[in-house]
């Protein structure tokens, strides 16, 4: 069954009371698990790091927004409480060392790292020394950079898996990169997955179809909430609606159709099939053309109508009344 993570990254806005009701409302909508960022201002950034989007009024730098989107110890201890309760895996990426330690505290069973973090080895090796598995997304990483991180990850014999990912708030369609989970899939032959920021449903939709096995999206309770992500994710009611579509995908693809065998159509091919008939009074001694011909059903009344070519030229040996079936005893050759 796929994997299907919402991110809140940071919707919650450094409300603890915001992080809890989104906890409530992702629960309600299926998704196997809900994922935060784990941000330690001091220990990932500097007063220098520019804004990716300026849309913050009331933090001058953006490590001073990272500061206000800090959670304590207990606080994210509490967040992993409240996630267990209502039956949601609780993860998180880190950005920091300091945010490895401070997860490993809160008993993660996996890390998320995020698109700017994959060539971070000094992140990676302090995540592989925890012991816990690894979900990768791609978004910025040539296949050169992944490469060079598959490498890493499996000369350390750890258990990671990789999101196709484009790092563009909301992602276009002409952006999604489908095409990149079958050469994923192929080049690694680890577990492959798709991170989406498109703000619709159908491009995890249509990952689901091509197989991936994990899912993430941000969600907010509605796009025009403040923060950089909130134009780029899911309402809660798409979020149920994408569970749904992507749970039923999964129960199809699990389940095969054989077209070699067709036989469990029987009853319904004996209904709307077709059989031959004449669409004119004819006599005896007439002989058939195509122009006589039409179908009607059910099947097995006359001729099959895949057989039309065999009657052709042939006459009849008495005479018919129009939208009368046609059978091998009324011709001759």
Known sequence: MTFIIAEIAQAHDGSLGMAHAYIDAVAKTGCNAIKFQTHIAEAESSIHEPFRVKFSKQDDTRMAYWKRMEF??????????????????????????????????VGVKRYKVGSGEVNNFVLLEKIVQTGKPIIISSGMSSYKELDATVTFLQERQVDFSILQCTTSYPTKP???????????????????????????????????????????????????MF???????????????????VRNISIALQNPINKLDNSNFEHLKSIFEKSLAINKNLKAGDSISFSDLETKKPKGFGILASEYEKVIGKKLNRDMTQWDFLNEEDLTD
């Open 72 to 105: 304590t110890l207990e606080q994210w201890k509490t967040i992993k409480a409240h996630c267990d309760d209502v039956g949601l895996e609780f993860i998180s990426s880190p950005f920091s060392n300091a945010a490895v330690d401070l997860l490993k505290k």
């Open 174 to 224: 002409e952006q999604y990169g489908l095409n990149v989970i079958t050469e994923f899939k192929e080049r690694y032959k680890v577990p492959i997955g798709f991170s989406d920021h498109s703000s619709s449903i159908e491009a995890c939709i249509a990952a689901t179809a091509l197989g991936a096995e994990i899912l993430e999206f941000h969600v907010v309770f509605n796009k025009e």
């Open 227 to 245: 923060g950089p992500d909130a134009k780029a994710s899911l309402t809660m009611e798409d979020t149920s609606r994408l569970v749904k579509a």
